[in-house]
């Protein structure tokens, strides 16, 4: 079946440890991004990439770093300079223009910082 | 900038009951796609409705309708007798029309509904 993969789905990391999450999609879908979602809050974007080896930061993109090598895998590091890093990460696609243009979310990784 | 605002933050209802959420947004771009996503408990989203910006009808589903309104800029979403299933967090959430996964979320509303 089509969708988003993402791992692990919980993750715990010391303080001043980078960590990796993971996101691939088998959708075929050329956009990919990553969202940070806070308790009682929204989903915020941190960093999109609408093509192989590009990227853009998106409104929080501080102390996070991605990379987007194949269509298929958008990982995210959560780097050491992230001050407050726990949350719950949710990954999605979306096909940019045309008819059907909503974006797809994986399961999420709930990440603490311990 | 773009921003969705979601002024219910949580809701409980009995279930049998109508129930309609409520969404507004600020946006200067001409087009742009609104959307409707349920949050379970088990944490992925799930697309419900999109809407484009040049398209103001109303839209039914079974059990959900939604209402735009461009000149009062609300898209509102309302669930005919709710049932326990429905209970979840529901986002509202606005984005250019090039780039649809590129969102604005509203901060959400947590829908309980009781037997």
């Known amino acids: 079946d089509g969708g988003i993969t993402q791992s692990p789905k919980y993750l715990f990391r010391k303080e001043g440890q980078n960590v990796t999450l993971s996101c691939e999609q088998n959708l075929n879908h050329d956009a990919m991004y990553w969202y940070r979602q806070d308790p009682g809050q929204g989903l915020r974007l941190i960093y999109y990439?609408?093509?192989?080896?590009?990227?853009q930061k998106g409104d929080i993109a501080e102390g996070y770093s991605v990379s987007r090598e194949k269509k298929e895998s958008f990982p995210l590091t959560v780097t050491s300079a992230q001050k407050n890093p726990t949350a719950f990460y949710l990954c999605?696609?979306?096909?940019?223009?045309?008819?059907?243009?909503?974006?797809?979310f994986g399961q999420g990784t709930r990440l603490t910082v311990v | 900038a773009q921003k969705v605002t979601q002024a219910q933050t949580e809701i409980s209802v009995v279930e049998k009951e109508d129930v309609t959420l409520d969404c507004v947004y600020e946006t200067r771009d001409t087009t742009y796609y609104l959307f409707w996503y349920k949050q379970p408990p088990s944490g992925e989203l799930v697309f419900l409705i999109r809407r484009n910006s040049f398209d103001e009808q109303n839209e039914i589903s079974g059990r959900y309708s939604w209402n735009f309104q461009k000149s009062t800029s609300s898209f509102n979403f309302t669930i005919t007798a709710s049932q326990v299933v429905d209970s979840a967090v529901y986002f509202c959430?606005?984005?250019?029309?090039?780039?649809?996964?590129?969102?604005?979320f509203g901060d959400g509303t947590t829908l309980t509904v009781k037997p």
């Open positions: 999605a696609s979306s096909v940019p223009t045309g008819s059907y243009t909503e974006a797809f």
């Open positions: 990439s609408q093509i192989v080896n590009d990227f």
């Open positions: 959430a606005l984005s250019e029309r090039t780039n649809a996964g590129k969102s604005t």
